[in-house]
């Protein structure tokens, strides 16, 4: 159960990712410009301020993990473009 919990570990903040509902993919392009970790985790937060910017549905990878609203935080929701504006 430790390795599956460390797996969702945000690498800067180190709070669970999966249990904050902040699981997602982006662009490589993004992932990159964040300089993120090789493998791993970062929360909507923490990558936003390595990138120093907030992220735009365009910054997410065309994948199934980012469709649909269960499951997700309010912040990711609405990055995603899927939030109450």
């Known amino acids: 159960m430790r390795e599956v919990r460390a797996s969702f570990t945000c690498k800067d903040y180190s709070v669970n990712t999966r249990r904050i ?3 997602y993919m982006v662009r490589d392009a993004v992932w990159i410009a964040a300089r993120g970790p090789l493998l791993g985790m970062l929360c909507i ?3 936003e301020a390595r990138l ?3 992220l735009v549905p365009d910054d997410f990878a065309s994948v199934p993990l980012n ?3 269960g499951h997700r935080s ?3 929701l ?3 473009g ?3 504006k």
């Open 21 to 23: 509902k902040e699981y």
């Open 78 to 80: 609405e990055r995603l």
């Open 67 to 69: 469709t649909g609203r």
């Open 45 to 47: 937060g923490c990558l």
């Open 82 to 84: 899927c939030g109450d």
């Open 74 to 76: 309010a912040r990711l």
């Open 52 to 54: 120093g910017r907030r």
